[in-house]
């Protein structure tokens, strides 16, 4: 019987003191092999006690490498921890996530039994308190996140996948990470895979919980930076981009028009009214669909929820044109 092959899973950390150890948790309790698995994980200079808490945790397992990242950002992290590695599959893994038990053996027969270059599940997420567990419906529906399905798939098909896993061969034939993408490094990578040619399989039966933004402000911060950086992987890769990812940038561009124009035109102020009219009856109808779904007393959050959603980005999107208007030639 052949042997299973090696798998490494690589985790690029910053202050996530919170996070990481039940992380880690479900990571050493894989039913995969532990002599068929390694784990990295890339320190971007944490100022909290995340250090302490791996070095901690990796007591008695040697194959468990604790690497800093002096580069800091997650892009860097990875090709530093697929480097170092020596894994057959190679692994991305959220900090903020949690494996289910089968989550690595599922990812590996996926991969083989499908052929495909990349494999994942959906991003399952789970949010701490009122906030936590309105901001992870709202990502999890295709009015708050848009054709992403996999936020909200329910069957194997090829798509974007969370986390993906691959073969060690794909990062040697299309390149590893883009360092110079601060967010939206996994968008930019699978862009380029797909340019390639290559095919990713989202099958559910890899189980992972994220644990989402669990404050409004933290929610408007993340989503703005994936506006901002989409920017670059639209001049990266102009072919990839999807006509729903230009939807809250434009929705931005309409609203803030008719603002600006309402107080000194009539046509300002009926573009406002039904611009602002027509979206929030669209969110009103949406937040009502998901509480009906999932519970009455989310209602109130969700609103405000899925504007912060839908405005952090295209403002973000908006001002990344700005800033990277240069960049054009230089992609």
Known sequence: MNKLPVVTLLIAMRNEENYIGRCLASIFAQDY???????????GQSTDGSWQIVEHLFQGHPNCHLLPNLKITQAAGWNLGIQASHGEIIGIVSAHAELASDYVS????????????????????YGDGRVGRAVALATSTPFGIGGGRFHYTDREEEADAYMGLCWRELYERIGGFDEEMVRNQDDELIYRLRKHGGRIVCNPAIRSRYYNRSTLAGLWRQYFQYGFWKVRVLQKHPRQMRLSQFVPPTFAVVLLGSTLLAPFANVGRLLLVLVAGSYALANLVASIWTAGKRGWHHLPLLPVTFAILHLSYGLGFLIGLVHFANRWRRR
């Open 106 to 125: 599922m990812a590996v027969e996926t991969l083989l039994r499908t052929g495909a270059d990349m494999v994942g599940g959906p991003m399952r997420a």
């Open 33 to 43: 092999p532990d002599n068929r698995l390694e784990v990295f994980v890339l320190d």
